[in-house]
């Protein structure tokens, strides 16, 4: 047993890309507090937060930081602490890095929702963000980071610059950390918002463990477009993580998926198998456990041009490989725990949100016990 930090919170950042990003109100978040809520699985007694300008074209300038225990609808708890970089209330974020708080004295329970409030002075042009949070945040006019609620305000959806929360807590030697590291299965789309119904939420129930959610929508293994493409984001995403030890790897349906829908030639089986073993050897020799998750049904997809036979027929090949291989300790059977089993090629209708991709709350449960506990014990 021994204190040290804990990565508690991971999102991962993109740059806007189209209309499917959302970039902040009209004008931007200058002059105004952004309070965003962040879910921990495992609380701790102090934190730090993590806030990134990666995909920024110039400074972000944040006036005041506080967080504090949030409790619905953007109230926050009396035991609101200040977040100061340096011993300082204000940091000056530069494009393209990252910084860290100081050390925060604040007690947070387990499964716990945390709100993060930033008065923003510059917004640092485009919004390095999350797309998809599925959680609540609220933009106030004003310095309004100490107040206890946050009304009357702007909702988003979206999660601005919070790039993670670490915890500095006892650890016992050998507590699995985990990181799913996927698209937007293991991102959560489909769910319930608000909710924590995504797979990862679930599997942290099961494990009785934190479960870094890394997911991005629309994320592809080979290719950049919906975030940098997995291949490139691997390591600072993942791999950065301090006390990392196990990554769930969930990516290929969109290579096939959106090659299809641009009228664009489909990568071969051979492409993705040879990206999904590059990921689990570069886990391995940073001495994390890669498990390999299977590529989800997709036949019934609601996305013109998504779904064609030959994908398919290289999702089948995919699927078979990662079944099979010794590159991953173990197996998450995404496709065996959600197709119908009256035609294999599509998700079972129960379990789906309603796009014939998507997994509902009932679908992200299946995906999370759909993996062997055994595969997270350390001493195998």
Known sequence: MGVQWVAAHRAAMVS?????SFTGPPGGFAGRTVRQVVHLHRGGPRLRVWLSNQFGDGPLRVGEARVGRHLGGGRVADEQARLTFGGSKTVEIVA??????????????????LAVSLYIVEDGGSATHHPEALQTGYVTAGNTAADLRARPAEEITSL?????????????????LVAAFGDSLTDGSGTTPDAHQRYPDHLSRRLGLPVLNLGIGGNRLLCNGFGPAGLLRFQPDVLAVPGLTHVIIALGINDLGLSAAAGRPLCRADDLISGLTTLARLAREAGVVPIGATLPPYAGAAFPGYHCREGDRVRAAVNDWIRTTSEYRACLDVDAAVRDPRDPSRFHPDLHCGDGL???????????????LEAFLLDR
């Open 160 to 176: 601005h610059w919070i790039k993670g929360v670490d915890l500095r807590r006892e650890r016992s030697p050998g507590e699995p």
């Open 96 to 113: 393209g890095t990252e910084v860290v708080s100081d050390l925060t004295e604040l007690a947070v329970p387990d499964d716990a929702e």
């Open 358 to 372: 998507h997994p509902n709350d009932a679908g992200a449960r299946a995906m999370a016990h759909a993996v062997d």
């Open 16 to 20: 806007p890309y189209g209309g499917l």
